[in-house]
C-alpha cells in the first residue's frame, strides 16, 4: 500500500491486517506528536487528519488514529501535528495559544486536529450576530465532540474558535498546499486499482463489487470492514488479533445514496457523516439521531451498514430505521435477496446473514406526508456515549385515529426490537389520556430490560413509556 503521510510519499509492504494507524505513526514512524488516550475512540489525543480523494478534489476529515486501521488508507493523505510544528505558528495553534487553552498539553494535539479539520472546511464568517454565533459555536461543538479535556476546561477552546472563525483560509499556506495534492492522491489511487487479488495480503481492498464477492468467497474467514470502528477496540482492548480483513470502502458500487420513488438506498461503504449531511433535508431525525452518534471523528469513518451488521443491541439507528420498515439487500456471489430488517436481529449478536453473504444496501422508505416519525436516544452524556435506552416511534393519524403505528427500541431487549403488543393496542384508537395511561403496561409486555451500568431495568421502563407518551401527545398537538 501507499499513502502521503505530511509531505512525505510512504510505501508500506504487506501491513499486518490488524496494526492500527496510531500504533504504526508512533513504532514505525516515530511520530509522536499524536498521543494515546484512551485507544477506543472516546477522548481524542489520537485525532489526525485523513484526505481521502473525491471526484477531482480532496475532502479532508478528523479521525482517531487509535482505531483507524493502517490498510484502509491507501491512496490516503495522512496529516499530523507534526506538519505544523514550524515557525510561525499556525492560525489554530496561534488561537490556542492566545486564549490558553491548553494546560497539561496531553489532549491539546487531538484538540489542534479536529479544529484544523473545522477551520478547513468552514467558510469564513465574522460573528456579528446572535445567530451568527449561535450557529458558529453548534458547528464547533460537533467538531470537538469526540475531543476530551481533562483539564483546561472547554471554554478557552470554544474562545480559539471563536478567534479562528472570521479569518480567511485561502491565505493559509497549509490550506494552500493540501490542495495540490490531489494528482498524487489520484496517482496512488490508480495503482491500487491496477493490483491483482493476492493470498498474501492480509488486508484486501476491492475496488468493486466482484472483486468483493470473489475475495470474501476466496475467504470465508474473512472479517468484512468499513470503518472497523467497532472492530478496533477488540483489537486494542480486547487484544484479540485478525489475520484476514477485507475492506468494502472502495468498491464504488456500495459508495452512494440513491433516492427513487420516496425510497432511500444506501450502500454499505457510505459513512454516518455523509448520511447525515445528506438527510438534512429528505429525513431531519435521522440527522438528529446522528448528531448523537459518537463523534464526528468516528462518524467520518463509520458506516449505517456497520452499525446494523454489528448486532448490537443498543446500535444507535436501528430502532429508526425498525419503524421506517427498512430493508436489507443481502448479496452472496452473484446472487442477491431482500430482508426485512425486522427478520434480520435472530438474537443477541446474532444475525440472519449467512456464510458468504454480506449486507449490500439498506432501502430505507422515507416518511409520508402524513407519518410522523419521532426518535430520542437517551444516555448520561449527548454526545459520544452509549444509550441506555434508544426509543423510534412512526405514527399517522386519520381524523384523530391511529391509522399507523410502528413502535421500536435499543437497549431494551437482547436485540433491536420492535413493541409489537404495545403497537397493536394503539393501533385504531383515538389518542386520549386513558389511552395513554396504558401504555406502560403493554410496554411491559413487549420488554424486560436488565440492570446494568448505564440504567436500571425500572428507569428503561419508565422513560421508554414516557417517551412513547410524549410522542403521541405531540402527534396530536
Known amino acids: 500500500m501507499r499513502l502521503l503521510l505530511n509531505q512525505t510519499l510512504i510505501e508500506v509492504a504487506n501491513p499486518n491486517a490488524d496494526v492500527t494507524l496510531l500504533q504504526w505513526l508512533r513504532e514505525c514512524q516515530y511520530l509522536t506528536a499524536t498521543k494515546e488516550g484512551c485507544a477506543v475512540g472516546d477522548c481524542g489525543a489520537c485525532t489526525v487528519m485523513i484526505g481521502r480523494l473525491v471526484d477531482d478534489g480532496i475532502v479532508y476529515q478528523s479521525v482517531n488514529a487509535c482505531i483507524a486501521l493502517l490498510g484502509s488508507l491507501n491512496a490516503c493523505h495522512v496529516v499530523t501535528l507534526d506538519c505544523l510544528q514550524a515557525e510561525p505558528l499556525h492560525p489554530v495553534q ?281 426518535v430520542e436516544k437517551v444516555s448520561k452524556r449527548a454526545e459520544d456515549d452509549i444509550s441506555s435506552t434508544c426509543v423510534a416511534l412512526s405514527v399517522t393519524l386519520n381524523n384523530g385515529v391511529i391509522a399507523q403505528i410502528n413502535i421500536a427500541c435499543g437497549g431494551m431487549a437482547a436485540i433491536p426490537k420492535i413493541a409489537s403488543q404495545t403497537q397493536s393496542q394503539l393501533l385504531g384508537q383515538v389518542i386520549e389520556p386513558s389511552l395513554l395511561a396504558q401504555v406502560p403496561q403493554w410496554l411491559a409486555q413487549d420488554y424486560q430490560p436488565i440492570d446494568d451500568m448505564r440504567a436500571s431495568a425500572d428507569y428503561r421502563q419508565r422513560v421508554t413509556a414516557n417517551l412513547i407518551v410524549g410522542f403521541l401527545k405531540q402527534a396530536v398537538a
Request: proline share 4%; with cysteine.
Open 94 to 374: 496561534q488561537a490556542m495559544v492566545d486564549c490558553h487553552a491548553s494546560q497539561c498539553g496531553f489532549c491539546s494535539p487531538g484538540f489542534v486536529m479536529s479544529l484544523l479539520a473545522w477551520w478547513l472546511n468552514t467558510p469564513a464568517k465574522v460573528l456579528t450576530s446572535a445567530a451568527d454565533f449561535t450557529s458558529h459555536r453548534h458547528s464547533v461543538e460537533f467538531a470537538l465532540s469526540g475531543n476530551l479535556c481533562r483539564c483546561t476546561g472547554y471554554q478557552p477552546i470554544l474562545l480559539a474558535a471563536d478567534q479562528l472563525a472570521p479569518l480567511d483560509r485561502s491565505t493559509d499556506t497549509l490550506f494552500s498546499a493540501l490542495g495540490g495534492y490531489s494528482h498524487c492522491l489520484g496517482t496512488l489511487r490508480a495503482m491500487s486499482v491496477e493490483q491483482h487479488y493476492d493470498r498474501v495480503n492480509t488486508y484486501q481492498r476491492p475496488q468493486d463489487l466482484n472483486q468483493l464477492a470473489f475475495i470474501y468467497d476466496a475467504m470465508p474467514e474473512a472479517r468484512l470492514v468499513a470503518g472497523a470502528t467497532d472492530l478496533a477496540l477488540d483489537i486494542t482492548h480486547g487484544l484479540k488479533s485478525f489475520k484476514n480483513l477485507i475492506d468494502i470502502k472502495s468498491v464504488a458500487q456500495l459508495q452512494a445514496i440513491d433516492e427513487d420513488s420516496g425510497t432511500l438506498a444506501i450502500g454499505a461503504a457510505v459513512s454516518l457523516s455523509e448520511l447525515e449531511t445528506y438527510c438534512q433535508a429528505k429525513l431531519p431525525c435521522m440527522t438528529q439521531l446522528l448528531g448523537r452518534f459518537a463523534s464526528r471523528q468516528v462518524r467520518n469513518r463509520g458506516t449505517l451498514v456497520g452499525n446494523i451488521a454489528n448486532s448490537s443491541p443498543i446500535a444507535d439507528t436501528p430502532p429508526l430505521l425498525l419503524v421506517l420498515d427498512a430493508q436489507l439487500i443481502l448479496q452472496r456471489g452473484q446472487g442477491q435477496r431482500t430482508l426485512a430488517l425486522a427478520d434480520f436481529y435472530l438474537d443477541y449478536k446474532k444475525t440472519a446473514l449467512e456464510g458468504g453473504e454480506f449486507i449490500h444496501s439498506v432501502i430505507l422508505p422515507l416518511p409520508t406526508a402524513q407519518q410522523q416519525v419521532f
